[in-house]
């Protein structure tokens, strides 16, 4: 971005021409004054992901749900949050078997819950954004396997209390 906070016409350029620009949320750069002027500008990432380690986990980082939540705080739809962690980075690694659910693909899935209220993000300086949507991981599958079932959906035994 300039001095007035304008994204520079050679991002834009570079984008149009193939160059891919991930976002690779961290522990040390994600900012909200950068990141509400590029998405209010029209410049968003092509692929979302996460420095994932112990000070981004306990940071503003914290999962890769909560980056898709910001995104949509930002104003993306669910539709491009989910395009832009799956098929985007699958396709930039030429990895057309992973991000999609066709037949012979791995089956690798992740489900989530639609939460609406009033919700804070932070950025690594510590600047909170409100957003009234948030991603919750509710179950993923890992090549066919459960491998997180946060509140028992795919349990075969229910009791009712």
Known sequence: MDRAGKVKPFV?????????FDVGHGGGAFAWAQA???????????????????????GAMKDMANVLSKFLALGMSVQEVILRSTWNPANAINRKDLGNLSVGSGADVAVFTLRTGDFGFL???GIKLMGK???????????????????GIAAKNKTER
Not at 133 to 151: M, P, S, Y
């Open 12 to 20: 834009f350029t570079a984008q149009e021409r193939g160059i891919l």
């Open 123 to 125: 950025d690594v300086s």
């Open 133 to 151: 949507q948030k991603l919750e991981a509710e179950l993923t599958i890992r090549a066919g396997k459960i491998v997180w079932d946060l509140n």
């Open 36 to 58: 509400v002027p590029s998405a209010r500008q029209g410049f968003w990432p092509n692929t979302i992901s996460t420095d994932l380690h112990t000070e981004s986990m306990n």
